[in-house]
């Protein structure tokens, strides 16, 4: 079949975008896993489909797919992306909302900047001690959407990412899910560097959206810092976590950054 998509990124992380709105895409992993592919695919991180809401309470849904053609709940840089593509074709003004599986997000979009405002941050595992093959480290968890270990470190740039984030990210403390992996320095208060292994890339990718937001309400939390939180992910932009705090509670929790488009086409699958 022969499928239209545009490609869009959030601060590096890319995306294949598909109007799903008559419901006549039913992707198989397998085709997510093509048209993912950088060398005979399109070339993304994730697949995005736009959807009728289901259940009335949304102007919209999305389906969301990993590069790897696992479903995923939460995508912060996703839903920057989808937010734009929404208002692109549908013609929405400058607020929308859209059921995802980790609930329902609301946007705004202020021209190639967009606000999501995401799910209060639960499960939150601070201290973990955690036994690798390269020794004992230290970290904090909390689930922003989908699961994130946070790695404190004086020096991102030689942090073991793929290696170290590889084993993490399936590590019995973690299981049977496992986990997103952020290895984070602090480059000032309220200023923070991240970079980021994703479960269902597998890779390191150039920005996690809910992993920047782990990020930042870890270190909000243990630094006691108050809003924004601006931080400096691999692509090279910059972020920025808003929330609202009572005690140990986060509540408003918003992610901002940029969304572009990149192309539009047609593709076989």
Same mark, same amino acid.
């Given at each position: 079949? +022969? %499928? ?6 959030? /601060? ?8 799903? !709105? ?16 950088? @060398?005979?695919? %399109? ?8 959807? $009728?809401? !289901? ?15 696992? *479903? ?19 013609? /929405? ?5 859209? *059921?995802?599986?980790?609930? #329902? ?11 999501? &405002? +995401?799910?209060? $941050?639960?499960?939150?595992? +601070? ?20 699961? @994130? +270990? ?8 030689? /942090? $073991?990412?793929?290696?170290? &984030?590889? =084993?993490?990210?399936? @590590? ?5 899910? &496992? ?6 320095? #602090?480059?000032?208060?309220?200023? #923070? ?8 890339? =597998? /890779? ?35 972020? *920025? ?16 950054? $940029? ?7 047609? #593709?076989?699958?």
């Amino acid at each position: 079949m +022969l %499928v239209e998509f545009t490609k869009m990124n959030g /601060a590096g992380n890319d995306f294949i975008l598909l109007d799903n !709105r008559s419901g006549q895409w039913r992707l198989t992993p397998e085709q997510v896993i093509r048209l993912c592919d950088r @060398h005979r695919g %399109v070339g993304a991180d994730g697949v995005l489909l736009l959807e $009728p809401s !289901r259940t009335g309470r949304a102007d919209w849904a999305w389906q969301f797919y990993n590069s790897d053609g696992s *479903e995923a709940e939460m995508c912060g840089n996703g839903a920057r992306c989808f937010a734009r593509f929404v208002q692109r074709v549908t013609g /929405a003004d400058g607020r929308l909302t859209f *059921e995802t599986r980790a609930g #329902i997000i609301e946007a705004e979009l202020r021209g190639d900047r967009v606000t999501v &405002g +995401l799910t209060p $941050p639960k499960d939150w595992r +601070l201290d973990l001690d955690l036994e690798t093959s390269r020794g004992p480290v230290h970290g904090h968890a909390v689930n922003t959407g989908v699961p @994130h +270990l946070v790695l404190l470190t004086p020096d991102v740039e030689q /942090a $073991p990412v793929a290696e170290l &984030g590889r =084993e993490l990210r399936r @590590h019995p403390a973690f299981q049977p899910a &496992g986990t997103n992996v952020n290895f984070v320095q #602090i480059l000032e208060p309220g200023h #923070i560097r991240v970079r980021t292994y994703e479960r269902g890339v =597998e /890779a390191e990718t150039l920005a996690c959206g809910t992993g920047v937001t782990a990020s930042a309400l870890v270190c909000a939390r243990i630094e006691s810092w108050p809003p924004p939180v601006k931080v400096r992910v691999q692509g090279g932009d910059t972020l *920025e976590v808003a929330f609202t705090r009572d005690g140990d509670d986060f509540h408003a929790v918003r992610l901002t950054g $940029p969304a572009d488009f990149v192309f539009t086409g047609r #593709i076989e699958i």
